[in-house]
């Protein structure tokens, strides 16, 4: 894509914003952080303890608070023994990892933004089609997201555990690093989340059309391409599990804008993170 085309899209997306596109809460949060834009420090802690004071329907919170675990225990283990590993995390938001050629996440972050948005707001038509149709352009985009973000997770995670790792790994498929982290085994509640959301066959049944929405049925048949069986789940199992991923951009802002306040910021600035957030990072660092 070129750079003129990107940063038109990223203007539109403030755009999108100032014009209420996302809700009037999202358009004062955006004054918000205008106010604030040249400070340092202060967006990454707003997007922080933004995200842990909002209520969030207890079904959904895990999800979220899983991957900010997973992300910054990894970062913490690996930060001081090798910097351009953990650093990854952050720099696949702007640009692909040297030596790779589908790392670069920043566009995969808007489409899921943008397609979560428009699933949600489905729900309010009361169309089976158009919620079926949107839901699954929602599942798609947050998988594709995941594809780049769990290659990053994968390569930390064999490090942490003293394995070799390599950074064109990352260009591999969806499923075979998915794979290749479910055999490493890692253990906490958090990985077991986080596995719930990655669903490689369902994005691969989708990318492919090879998907639909029995609608008398209320179920969804699928082509698993692995097994090359047909699979079936309930349309609300669906909605559900793209529902449960619904934070995941939140979660991944989090994640990079905490290992900013502690790359960038002051004693000063970190006292100022969230308890339960702070209580997090101690127990991360304390195992080290």
């Known amino acids: 894509m070129k750079e003129e085309n990107i940063d038109r899209r990223y203007l539109q997306l403030g755009e999108q914003i100032e014009s209420g596109l996302y809700g009037s809460k999202v358009k004062k949060e955006a004054s918000i952080y205008k106010s604030i834009s040249n400070s340092h420090i202060e967006p990454f802690l707003k997007n922080i303890n933004d995200f842990y004071s909002k209520e969030i329907n207890p079904v959904f919170r895990p999800y979220p608070v899983a991957l900010i675990e997973v992300i910054l225990s990894l970062f913490f283990k690996n930060n001081s023994k090798d910097v351009k590993l953990s650093d990854c995390f952050c720099l696949i938001f702007q640009e692909n990892i040297e030596g790779t050629k589908k790392t670069f996440i920043k566009d995969k972050y808007i489409n899921m933004l943008d397609a979560g948005h428009a699933s949600k707001q489905s729900l309010n038509t009361n169309n089976p089609l158009i919620i079926w149709e949107l839901s699954k352009n929602s599942f798609l985009a947050y998988n594709e997201f995941l594809n780049v973000l769990v290659g990053a997770i994968l390569i930390n995670y064999r490090y942490s555990i003293g394995k070799d790792y390599k950074f064109n790994s990352l260009d591999n498929a969806y499923a075979n690093k998915v794979n290749q982290l479910i055999e490493l085994k890692p253990e906490g509640k958090c990985y077991e989340y986080l596995f719930e959301l990655l669903?490689?066959?369902?994005?691969?049944?989708?990318?492919?059309?090879?998907?639909?929405?029995?609608?008398?049925?209320?179920?969804?048949?699928?082509?698993?391409?692995?097994?090359?069986?047909?699979?079936?789940?309930?349309?609300?199992?669906?909605?559900?599990l793209d529902a449960k991923a619904s934070y995941l951009a939140e979660a991944y802002l989090v994640s990079i804008s905490t290992i900013a306040v502690f790359s960038i910021g002051t004693t000063s600035d970190k006292i100022g993170l969230p308890k339960e957030l702070t209580s997090l990072i101690m127990n991360i660092i304390s195992t080290e």
Do not use: C
Not at 202 to 227: C, E, P
């Open 199 to 240: 669903r490689p066959d369902i994005r691969n049944a989708i990318g492919h059309q090879n998907i639909w929405f029995d609608k008398s049925n209320r179920l969804v048949t699928y082509l698993n391409d692995k097994t090359g069986t047909n699979e079936t789940m309930s349309i609300e199992e669906f909605i559900l």
